[in-house]
Nanobody, 127 residues
Framework: VQLQASGGGLVQAGDSLRLSCAAS????????MGWFRQAPGKEREEREF???????????IYRNSVEGRFTVSRNNANYTVYLQMNSLKPDGTAVYYC??????????????????WGQGTVVTVSS
């Protein structure tokens, strides 16, 4: 599975962005998908979980700080997963990565359980 994230940009606090992650390969519909972010100055090992969605989209989960503001969704027909981010805050500044996990949905929060990663898209939120 190859993943291509897009949609990042420079916005002001309170604005919205919609990230997209296009996948290649038919295994997309079998994958739990996750969004992670790496803040400036943090190492790869410090990437934090943002949101995840199960294979069919019936289950979603979020980190506490984005609950109610971010929405993850997917379209298995066009192999794409989305992250709608509303009411963005400056602490949301990071490189956002999408990732695919071919294991069970219960591993959705754990970056070390993901098999494929996109290249990242930069989100900068100014105050």
């Amino acid at each position: 599975v190859q993943l291509q994230a897009s949609g990042g940009g420079l916005v002001q606090a309170g604005d919205s962005l919609r990230l997209s992650c296009a996948a290649s390969g038919r295994t997309f519909s079998s994958a739990t998908m996750g969004w992670f972010r790496q803040a400036p100055g943090k190492e790869r090992e410090e990437r934090e979980f943002v949101a995840g969605i199960s294979q069919t989209g019936s289950n979603t989960i979020y980190r506490n700080s984005v609950e109610g503001r971010f929405t993850v969704s997917r379209n298995n027909a066009n192999y794409t997963v989305y992250l709608q981010m509303n009411s963005l805050k400056p602490d949301g500044t990071a490189v956002y990565y999408c990732a695919a996990n071919l294991r069970e949905y219960r591993w959705v929060r754990y970056p070390q359980k993901y098999d494929y990663w996109g290249q990242g898209t930069v989100v900068t939120v100014s105050s």
